[in-house]
Every structure is written in C-alpha cells, then in structure tokens.
C-alpha cells in the first residue's frame, strides 16, 4: 500500500528549542494533516493543509504543504516539556476512490528534556 | 474531551473469547472509522462508514467485523482472534465527503488496548 515516508524517527532536544520533521511520498496527496498522540490517547489533530504551498500555524507550530504535493513539513519553535509524543503526518491522495483513506507516516518521537 | 468515546479502554481476551468494541461519537458526523495501531508500525485503516454504509474493508480478517447501527455508534466485534491481533483499536469519525474539505479532519478516540493471550 501507498507509503508515506516520515523523519526524524525521534528526537532528543533541550527546552526551547526548535524542532522540525517532515513527510515524504512518492506519490501526490491533495490533503496533508499532523496530528501529535500522547500515552493512552489517541491521536489529536494539530494542523490540517489542503493547497499546495498553504503555511498554516497553531501557536507554536507551523506547518507547510510541499509545492509538489509530495511533502510536507511541521516545525515546532521553542520547545516546552509537554510537546512531547509521537507526531504523526497523515495525508489523502487525489482522487474520488479515496475518500476517508488517509496514510500516515510512521511517527516521530520527541522528547524535550527541561 | 475529544468527543469521541470508547469502550473499553483496557480489554484482555483468550483466543476463544467473543468480545466487542464499542466507539460513539458525539460530534454530528456521518463517517466513522476503525484503525489497528501496533507497536512500530503506522496506523492502519481497518473499516470506513459513511451514512452507516461500509465503503471500506481494507482486507481485514472475518475474525473482525464492524457494526454501524447509527452514524453516531460504531462497534468492532472480535472472535477467535490470535495473539498477533493484540494492537491499540482506535476509532475516528469526521465530517463525510458530500461536500466540502474538511471530511478528512477525522477526530480519534483514546482507543482500546487488545491482549489476545
């Protein structure tokens, strides 16, 4: 099935870093959305993108839908210990066969040490 | 508060058991979904429902099937299931695609923890 390749695996960074990780595919995706999941929870939608170029921010993240609709990126600025969890991209392919049939990334893991 | 629940949050079953999980959504949508999330491995699309019709099987084992009563309740009923199946089962439910972008906005429940022993 359709693979969306999602880097770094984790990071380790120190408070009030930056951070920044991003999803690729070889194929071309009309949507593009982040979500960061917590121990015992289920995923929680940060950021949702559905033009290519779109920069959309939450708070302390932004995130940008890649000019060839292949990628995307989610940057995180000033890292704080509660960011932390596993981030995962998510996206939808063009097409009228998948609607509801999102792909997402493997995860990034981040911890933030205070 | 995610606005959408799930039932249990812990369940332990023997490969003989017959258990089912329950999802319900309290966000007015029409389309519901069920995903295995298993250790190192990315989320898996199980079921999609739109309008309590299944529009997705996404080559899932008979041992899995999904009950869609009413756009608002979901229910994933396991039997003989094997210890290869024990994942976190999550459910979602978004806007349906009728009209507009924001169908794919889908909203996750804290999930249920599956041990097949």
């Known amino acids: 099935g359709q693979q969306l390749n999602q880097s770094p695996q984790s990071m380790f960074i120190q408070e009030g870093e930056d951070v920044s990780m991003n999803c690729t595919s070889s194929?071309?995706?009309?949507?593009w959305l982040w979500y960061k999941q917590e121990p015992g929870e289920g995923p929680v939608l940060l950021i949702a993108?559905?033009?290519?170029?779109e920069l959309t921010s939450n708070g302390r993240l932004t995130a940008q839908f890649g000019i060839t609709r292949k990628d995307s990126f989610l940057n995180i600025s000033a890292s704080i210990p509660s960011d932390v969890g596993i981030y995962f991209c998510a996206g939808q392919k063009a097409g009228g066969t998948s609607y509801g049939k999102l792909t997402f990334g493997q995860g990034t893991i981040l911890t933030v040490h205070p | 508060e995610t606005g959408v629940t799930q039932t249990p949050r812990h369940l332990v079953m023997g490969m003989t058991n017959k258990k089912s999980l329950k999802c319900e959504q309290h966000?007015?949508?029409?389309?519901m979904y069920w995903y295995k999330q298993s250790a190192k491995k990315p989320l898996e699309l199980m079921f999609v429902?739109?309008?309590?019709?299944?529009?997705e099987n996404n080559s899932v084992p008979s041992r899995f099937s999904p009950e869609c009563p009413n756009s608002s309740h979901l229910f994933l009923h396991l039997h003989t299931l094997q210890p290869e199946d024990s994942a976190l089962y999550l459910c979602?439910?978004?806007?349906?695609?009728?009209?507009?972008?924001?169908?794919?906005?889908?909203?996750f429940g804290p999930g249920t923890r599956l041990t097949v022993l």
């Open positions: 993108l559905y033009k290519a170029g």
């Open positions: 194929s071309i995706f009309n949507t």
């Open positions: 429902y739109n309008f309590k019709e299944q529009t």
């Open positions: 979602a439910s978004s806007p349906t695609w009728s009209g507009g972008s924001s169908y794919n906005e889908q909203f």
């Open positions: 966000l007015g949508h029409n389309a």
